[in-house]
């Protein structure tokens, strides 16, 4: 999200708001003990509510940190918290997830070690992002999860879609950064959120009778996004963009 600055600047109530930015950012770690606990009571509603909450956080805490120019008000590396937030809530606890709510059952538990060590990789390699896309399948392993729990496919099916994913996190082919990617931005971002509360609502009820049709109506979106993907890798890779 920010990096920290040598030289604060601003007023205090300017400083004030940039550390509220940050404070924000870090409610993603206060949510993670509420999925934590979800997980040792078995409570998917409330694990998949707190999860998709924390991804509306992501989502929009770099724009309020740009908006309010929180790396030139503090000394605070608001970037580095923000990895340690989305490693834990795109990748630790899905991948406990995986297994906890029987998705990756027996022979296939180790299957939840893939997603772990390959966004371990990608979290640590300064070209999994540049200013306009992600480098590298992103680790949307949470979004994975919400899908598998919706629409419960064969054990073997979930095992090898995550071996899959793993593997194209090294690919270097590029991905829309939904707030930075400058094509087709408002689109994205105004169907974003209505895919996002779609998410909410299947995520939330995921036994109910409409979940199933819900989740496979929002693929929609997730069809858009592959296909602007592959788009942007063109534009990107041919000197375009």
């Excluded at 604060?8 to 409610?27: C, E, F, S």
């Excluded at 300064?126 to 590298?136: C, L, M, P, W």
């Excluded at 296909?227 to 890798?233: F, N, P, Q, V, Y």
Aim: hydrophobic share 55%; glycine share 8%.
């Amino acid at each position: 999200m920010t990096e920290p600055s040598q030289m604060p600047t601003g007023t205090p109530a300017q400083r004030l708001i940039a550390w509220g930015v940050h404070l924000y950012t870090a409610m993603g770690l206060v949510l993670a003990l509420v999925q934590l606990d979800a997980l040792h009571q078995g409570d998917l509603p409330r694990f998949l509510g707190a999860n998709l909450i924390a991804v509306f956080i992501d989502g929009s805490d770099g724009t309020l940190a740009r908006r309010f120019k929180v790396r030139e008000r503090v000394p605070f590396d608001g970037a580095l918290l923000d990895n340690i937030a989305d490693y834990i809530t795109y990748v630790l606890l899905p991948a406990v997830a995986f297994v906890a709510f029987g998705l990756l059952p027996g022979e296939w538990r180790w299957v939840a070690v893939a997603p772990v060590l390959a966004s371990a990789y990608q979290f640590c390699q300064d070209i999994a992002k540049t200013e306009q896309s992600f480098v590298g399948f992103p680790s949307y392993w949470n979004l994975v999860l919400l899908y598998l729990v919706v629409l419960q496919p064969p054990a073997a099916v979930t095992a090898g879609l995550l071996l899959v994913l793993s593997a194209l996190v090294f690919v270097p082919w590029h991905y829309v950064y939904p707030s930075k990617t400058k094509k087709f931005r408002p689109f994205t971002v105004v169907s974003g959120l209505v895919w996002f509360f779609a998410c909410l609502a299947f995520g939330l009820f995921p036994d109910a009778p409409w979940a199933r049709p819900l989740a496979w109506a929002s693929l929609s979106y997730i069809g858009w996004y592959l296909g602007l993907s592959g788009w942007l890798h063109l534009q990107i890779t041919r000197g375009r963009l």
